[in-house]
């Protein structure tokens, strides 16, 4: 299981920004590259969704409703990607897990964003 580790989440007004950051501070850049990672999301009484993902040949791809106002990243020497989100809205309020799909797999342990309307 791979340890990956989330910050950046919190309360932000409608029309503010976050960035949230998920570390795998125990792979070499190598292994963290080979892989498939994305950014999930679940709001109270909901299904966790996809909202973003990248691949190992960096293509990014979104979910609809957050395609133009959020951006995923990754930085391989430093073994962090990146959930830059602008233009939140309340109904992106939600828990957001990070994910990692190499070789092994692994979920970070979910950060909080609460847009206040």
């Known amino acids: 299981q791979v340890r990956l580790v989330e910050s950046g989440g919190g309360l932000v007004q409608s029309g503010g920004s976050l960035r949230l950051s998920c570390a795998a501070p125990r792979l070499i850049t190598s292994t963290f590259l080979d892989s498939v990672m994305g950014w999930y999301r679940q709001a109270p009484g909901k299904e966790r969704e996809l909202v973003a993902s990248?691949?190992?040949?960096?293509?990014?791809d979104y979910a609809d409703f957050v395609r133009g106002r959020f951006t995923i990243s990754r930085n391989g020497s430093r073994k962090i990607m990146f959930l830059q989100m602008n233009d939140l809205k309340a109904e992106d309020t939600a828990v957001y897990y990070c994910?990692?799909?190499?070789?092994?797999?692994?979920w970070g342990q979910g950060t909080q964003v609460t847009v206040s309307s």
């Open positions: 994910h990692f799909q190499g070789r092994e797999s692994g």
């Open positions: 990248i691949s190992r040949g960096g293509t990014t």
